[in-house]
């Protein structure tokens, strides 16, 4: 784990056989949210690495951007170690929650919607990333101006702590956005990130 941004820890999954790198990530508030679960076999490394840096905090949320494997597969092991962790995530991405027996205890949000304390304040963003290309999130934190971009801006390769340096338009236009739908780039191109935290691949800072 490493310190990628502010107050934001990167955790990171090594897949070998796709030699991918999948990242969670945990905001050390108040009131911690963590992005993502990585798979289940990967839960019993992430849990105690979490455990290490809330130490007395209790974690407050998991944010799920769609259900896939790599992005809430450790969901259930996660949800037995902090019972008192919020899922937050999509209508479409609940109905897989409560289908799978995983849990029927989480916060839904919309498009547009917020998830908002004194310390963050997370939009979501439509995604067309679920199941039949039904909506889940990537979302947006307003006050550090962090963008969790999920399957967006996407890189092979084992990548761990490391940040890239580039301008917003150019990495939207390179996110595979344009190919999921207009309205999604155009989402995009409302907000004004400094800094990517991508589920895989470097994180990105956004040069001014
Ligand atoms: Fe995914
Ligand atoms: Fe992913």
Redesign the pocket.
Known sequence: MIKIYEDLIQFTEVLPVVNLACHQYLLTTKEPILFHTGTAAYAKELIPQIKKVLKNKKLKYIYI??F?S??CGGLFQLLNEFPEAIPVCSEITARQLIGFGITSNFIQKLPGETLKNDEYELEFIEYP?EVHLWNGFIAFEKKRKIFFS??LVFTFGNFHGEIRESNWEKEVNNSGALDISQKLVDDLLKINPKFLAT?HGPCVKILE
Do not use: F, N, T
Request: hydrophobic share 0%; proline share 0%.
């Open positions: 951007s769609h896939e790599d992005e990333s999920s399957d589920g």
